[in-house]
């Protein structure tokens, strides 16, 4: 149980192209899903918290305008990096939270290798 | 404070061996300690997680020592195996109004050589 998947795996694209990565939890339902971005043997940044139905909460000096959250359903949560850059090139990873008396655990995505030529 | 400091930044431990991380924090109001295991190129997965009601936990060969009085936390892995060469996260949460953003350490590269 507790599966999260993420779509595409890798995608790469050309500058000034957006892209959109979907996060997915497949058998439980997240109120809560979190967006990471991870540079080469880095540690995980926390981009934003996107809560089902309402606005990501972007963590500070992470562009709202570049980096759009929806999180339409209980199940999907989707981050479009907007007119991408070089710099942009990253892994991007997603978590969902689990409810109840397991609210603290998130669950990994495999991420998704973003390379912008 | 949210910092969550590791060390040490890798390690190399032989076959059979006892692997051993550490991790420290300021915060005390951080009541959730998970420990991740990542592979290259894939998402950290969860290994074993700590409260601070308790000073040891244990999963087969996955242990959580939690020092609270020196705020401070290891995971030890017993027998360690070339499968367990990975990056290893300690991270640390507070769980109180639903604030469960995870602060994560800078990661351990863990390496066990035959």
């Known amino acids: ?47 934003a918290t996107s809560n089902e139905g309402s606005k990501a909460t972007y963590e500070q000096g992470v562009e709202k305008d570049k980096f759009l959250i929806n999180h339409a359903s209980l199940t999907l949560s989707t ?7 070089p710099e942009d090139s990253s892994f991007y990873i997603c978590s969902a939270r689990l409810g109840g008396s397991l609210a603290d655990t998130q669950y990994f995505g495999p991420g998704t290798r973003l390379t912008v030529l | 404070q ?36 990542q592979f290259p190129g894939k998402g950290p997965a969860l290994l074993i997680a700590i409260r601070p009601d308790v000073s040891e936990k244990k999963e087969g060969r996955f242990t959580i020592s939690f020092n609270k009085s020196a705020k401070q936390f290891s995971l030890h892995i017993m027998d360690s195996q070339p499968g367990d060469s990975a990056t290893y996260f300690c991270a640390a949460s507070i769980s109180l109004f639903g604030n469960e953003k995870l602060t994560f350490g800078t990661g351990t590269r863990l390496t066990i050589i035959p």
Request: glycine share 4%; hydrophobic share 40%.
């Open chain 1, 1 to 47: 149980g507790a599966v999260v998947s993420q779509h595409p795996s890798w995608v790469i694209c050309k500058s000034g192209t957006s892209v959109k990565i979907e996060c997915r939890s497949l058998d439980f339902q997240a109120t809560t899903m979190f967006w990471y971005r991870q540079f080469p043997k880095q540690s995980l940044m926390l981009m």
């Open chain 1, 79 to 85: 981050l479009t990096v907007t007119s991408a850059h």
């Open chain 2, 2 to 37: 949210q910092q969550v400091k590791q060390s040490p930044q890798s390690l190399i431990v032989q076959k059979g061996g006892i692997s051993i991380i550490n991790c420290a924090y300021e915060n005390t109001a951080f009541d959730y300690f998970p420990w991740y295991q």
